[in-house]
């Protein structure tokens, strides 16, 4: 199994489009693609792809996970029986929904050109003509342009779309192949949704994050995939809670069992930030380097030990009870439709309001922990009842900043008290030198946080 990561950026092109002197030629391909996907299309509406790919009589599987501004694919060598195991054990929660079916067949004729620069390879851009089929049939087709950077940057992509540009191609939504076919990729929402839409759509929209990152957490190669999958238990935790005056108590065994999932998440991505954080700072150690390697090394095993017990929990029946449980309990979900969300915002804000006013001039680490939370959870609040609107979206902005460095605080007090306990012998030193680093930016975070917080506050005051 191979796994790259693809960086690109698609436009579209009509017949006859001429690719400009950009490098050199690419040989000529022609290849066959079947997608493949749930009935419901867990796959495509998590931004996932599963094709068979067929190549001078050569087939082969790829799985394509989303990532910030690229996507990662996974190719493995397997027939048209099905995708190969190491595929399938990344698609557990999406196997839950039924067998994978075929939804589209493109055969695609390709030509391109190698972009260089003093030896480089920067990029390829690519031409391609799509045919759909319907069995050897043609029903339909369409062209589309492709960069695909190489050893290039994003200086690179942007130069090479303005060339493409100036030569008649045009800007494109992005989207793969398999969604200008099958369209599935965007969901349309109501004009004007009521209280209780909102809510369900936020919720859906968590359980979303869980199926799309689910196989990026298991595949184990991008820290990201965790903090996202954690995000979304999270966040659908502080929605049960700030829902609670409209849905009342029909979201507690939700919430109850991703508090669970999250036992399993926090230590992983708690070692997640603390490897690279004192990493960051062993980098800086000098004489004392070789020690802080070995506290990186020792952190590098726990966490290895903290993703087993994550793996085994994401292999469970539980966890697969808990996504049915999550689908299910949002299908059923029963409120007044016609109720106000400004109010539930409000009261969020003025919890945050008395737990800030209650501080004393130093508070302890675990009082701004707590205010963290609470700032949290007026931030969803005030995305449901409408952070998209320009009237909160400042809100919800100030909330953020006042989680990000009530975070950055408590990542510093738990990477002190890491390395406090690994502090002995050839450690002592390297540890003692990280641990002032950290509180330097404990002591940061705490100068800065009051003006974060009042500034939330007072935005809060004039919006709601």
């Given at each position: 199994?191979?796994?790259?990561?693809?960086?690109?950026?698609?436009?579209?092109?009509?017949?006859?489009?001429?690719?400009?002197?950009?490098?050199?030629?690419?040989?000529?391909?022609?290849?066959?693609?079947?997608?493949?996907?749930?009935?419901?299309r867990?796959?495509?509406?998590?931004?996932?792809?599963?094709?068979?790919?067929?190549?001078?009589?050569?087939?082969?599987?790829?799985?394509?996970?989303?990532?910030?501004?690229?996507?990662?694919?996974?190719?493995?060598?397997?027939?048209?029986?099905?995708?190969?195991?190491?595929?399938?054990?990344?698609?557990?929660?999406h196997?839950?929904?039924?067998?994978?079916?075929?939804?589209?067949?493109?055969?695609?004729r390709?030509?391109?050109?190698?972009?260089?620069?003093?030896?480089?390879?920067?990029?390829?851009?690519?031409f391609?003509?799509?045919?759909?089929?319907?069995?050897?049939?043609?029903?339909?087709?369409?062209?589309?342009?492709?960069?695909?950077?190489?050893?290039?940057?994003?200086?690179?992509?942007?130069?090479?779309?303005?060339?493409?540009r100036?030569?008649?191609?045009?800007?494109?939504?992005?989207?793969?192949?398999?969604?200008?076919v099958?369209?599935?990729?965007?969901?349309?929402?109501?004009?004007?949704?009521?209280?209780?839409?909102?809510?369900?759509?936020?919720?859906?929209?968590?359980?979303?994050?869980?199926?799309?990152?689910?196989?990026?957490?298991?595949?184990?190669?991008?820290?990201?995939?965790?903090?996202?999958?954690?995000?979304?238990?999270?966040?659908t935790?502080?929605?049960?809670?700030?829902?609670?005056?409209?849905?009342?108590?029909?979201?507690?065994?939700?919430?109850g069992?991703?508090?669970?999932?999250?036992?399993?998440?926090?230590?992983?991505?708690?070692?997640?930030?603390?490897?690279?954080?004192?990493?960051?700072?062993?980098?800086?150690?000098?004489?004392?380097?070789?020690g802080?390697?070995?506290?990186?090394?020792?952190?590098?095993?726990?966490?290895?030990?903290?993703?087993?017990?994550?793996?085994?929990?994401?292999?469970?029946?539980?966890?697969?009870?808990?996504?049915?449980?999550?689908?299910?309990?949002?299908?059923?979900?029963?409120?007044?439709?016609?109720?106000?969300l400004g109010?539930?915002?409000?009261?969020?804000?003025?919890?945050?309001?008395?737990?800030?006013?209650?501080?004393?001039?130093?508070?302890?680490?675990?009082?701004?922990?707590?205010?963290?939370?609470?700032?949290?959870?007026?931030?969803?609040?005030?995305?449901?009842?409408?952070?998209g609107?320009?009237r909160?979206?400042?809100?919800?902005?100030?909330?953020?900043?006042?989680?990000?460095?009530?975070?950055?605080?408590?990542?510093?007090?738990?990477?002190?008290?890491?390395?406090r306990?690994?502090?002995?012998?050839?450690?002592?030193?390297?540890?003692?030198?990280?641990?002032?680093?950290?509180?330097?930016?404990?002591?940061?975070?705490?100068?800065q946080?009051?003006?974060?917080?009042?500034?939330?506050?007072?935005?809060?005051?004039?919006?709601?």
């Amino acid at each position: 199994m191979r796994t790259t990561l693809e960086r690109e950026l698609k436009l579209d092109a009509d017949l006859g489009f001429e690719l400009p002197d950009l490098g050199e030629p690419l040989e000529p391909r022609v290849f066959t693609s079947t997608y493949y996907d749930t009935e419901p299309r867990s796959l495509l509406r998590a931004g996932i792809t599963l094709r068979r790919r067929v190549e001078h009589g050569l087939s082969r599987w790829q799985l394509k996970l989303p990532r910030d501004e690229a996507r990662a694919e996974i190719e493995a060598p397997g027939g048209p029986a099905g995708p190969p195991e190491e595929l399938r054990r990344l698609l557990v929660a999406h196997l839950r929904h039924g067998a994978l079916v075929p939804v589209a067949t493109l055969r695609t004729r390709r030509v391109g050109v190698r972009v260089g620069d003093g030896g480089r390879a920067l990029a390829d851009v690519t031409f391609d003509a799509v045919d759909v089929l319907e069995g050897q049939r043609q029903a339909g087709g369409f062209h589309e342009l492709e960069i695909e950077l190489l050893d290039g940057d994003a200086a690179d992509l942007e130069r090479l779309a303005r060339a493409l540009r100036r030569a008649g191609a045009r800007r494109s939504d992005g989207l793969p192949k398999v969604m200008r076919v099958v369209g599935v990729g965007r969901d349309d929402g109501e004009a004007k949704p009521s209280a209780l839409e909102q809510v369900r759509a936020l919720l859906l929209r968590q359980l979303r994050e869980l199926e799309t990152h689910d196989p990026g957490v298991r595949l184990g190669d991008e820290p990201e995939d965790v903090h996202r999958f954690r995000v979304a238990t999270r966040r659908t935790r502080a929605l049960a809670r700030v829902a609670r005056p409209l849905v009342g108590e029909q979201l507690a065994g939700l919430a109850g069992e991703l508090k669970w999932l999250a036992g399993l998440l926090g230590p992983v991505r708690d070692l997640d930030v603390l490897i690279v954080d004192v990493s960051r700072g062993v980098a800086t150690l000098g004489d004392d380097r070789a020690g802080g390697e070995a506290l990186v090394a020792g952190l590098e095993e726990q966490r290895e030990s903290a993703r087993d017990r994550l793996l085994e929990g994401l292999s469970s029946t539980r966890y697969l009870t808990l996504l049915d449980l999550f689908e299910a309990t949002v299908g059923e979900l029963r409120g007044d439709g016609g109720a106000d969300l400004g109010p539930l915002a409000a009261g969020a804000l003025r919890k945050l309001r008395k737990q800030a006013r209650r501080l004393p001039a130093t508070p302890p680490d675990a009082q701004i922990h707590e205010l963290r939370k609470t700032a949290k959870r007026a931030r969803y609040a005030a995305e449901l009842a409408g952070g998209g609107e320009p009237r909160l979206r400042k809100l919800v902005d100030a909330l953020k900043r006042v989680q990000d460095v009530s975070g950055e605080h408590q990542d510093a007090v738990v990477a002190e008290e890491a390395l406090r306990a690994r502090a002995r012998g050839r450690m002592a030193v390297a540890a003692g030198r990280l641990i002032e680093r950290e509180q330097m930016r404990r002591g940061e975070a705490r100068e800065q946080l009051p003006d974060a917080v009042d500034r939330a506050l007072e935005l809060g005051r004039k919006r709601l």
